[in-house]
């Protein structure tokens, strides 16, 4: 009985893991077409954020720096605002390629659910993207199972970018308070090229 319980719990996550992956192809196909109608450069970036939460252990990206007269006894922290330093990785694992940083600031905003307000620095430091930003500005509902914020700006490659982001927590550690982010970001942006021409016209 338990094996076969176990088989039917594999077989289930394979198939979320296949129509998830199936959903991201799909995504992707439809957020260049648009690009392309509108002359514009598309980027999809996907990597993790370790999410590491002071009081955990020595080595916190993640603190609390203010918070309301309320927060204490709130049930969703209401009021707390906490500012992160995080690293984004190719992998979930905390030790795979590290290519740049999330830097900002999160804001408990929500007094029924556990909603933060979010602004975020997407800075990169490898690859093709290394040296530019983007910037996320929005809500984050953090116990759905994905949530979509919108990319506002950036810089350097990025310069007048905009687009979404998709973001889902790939695990969570309640002892140690470190929690794995999976990220997807949809870019449009102009590109270099164009940014010139417009200096140009200018």
Same mark, same amino acid.
């Given at each position: ?61 993640? =603190?609390?720096?203010?918070? &309301? ?53 997407? =800075? ?47 695990? =969570? ?12 970001? =949809? ?5 270099? &090229? ?9």
């Amino acid at each position: 009985m338990g094996k076969t319980i176990l088989i039917s719990v594999v077989l289930i996550v394979a198939h979320l893991l296949v129509a998830r992956a199936i959903r991201n192809v799909e995504e992707e196909k439809w957020f260049k077409k648009v690009c392309s109608q509108r002359n514009e450069e598309a980027a999809v970036l996907h990597f993790y954020v370790q999410d590491f939460r002071a009081g955990g252990g020595p080595n916190a990206t993640v =603190y609390v720096v203010a918070e &309301s007269s309320i927060s204490a006894t709130s049930p969703t922290d209401f009021g707390e605002i906490h500012v992160c330093d995080d690293l984004l990785t190719t992998q979930p694992d905390q030790n795979s390629e590290i290519i740049g940083k999330v830097q900002g600031v999160t804001i408990s905003a929500d007094f029924q659910v556990s909603g933060e307000g979010m602004y975020l620095n997407f =800075y990169f430091t490898a690859g093709d993207y290394s040296g530019s930003t983007l910037t996320m500005l929005g809500r984050n509902e953090v116990m759905n199972e994905e949530r979509e914020m919108p990319i506002v700006g950036g810089t350097g490659v990025f310069r007048l970018a905009r687009g979404y982001a998709l973001s889902s927590t790939y695990s =969570y550690d309640v002892e140690t308070r470190y929690a794995v982010m999976e990220y997807t970001l =949809y870019v449009a942006y102009l590109g270099k &090229s164009n940014v010139r021409l417009q200096t140009a016209i200018k």
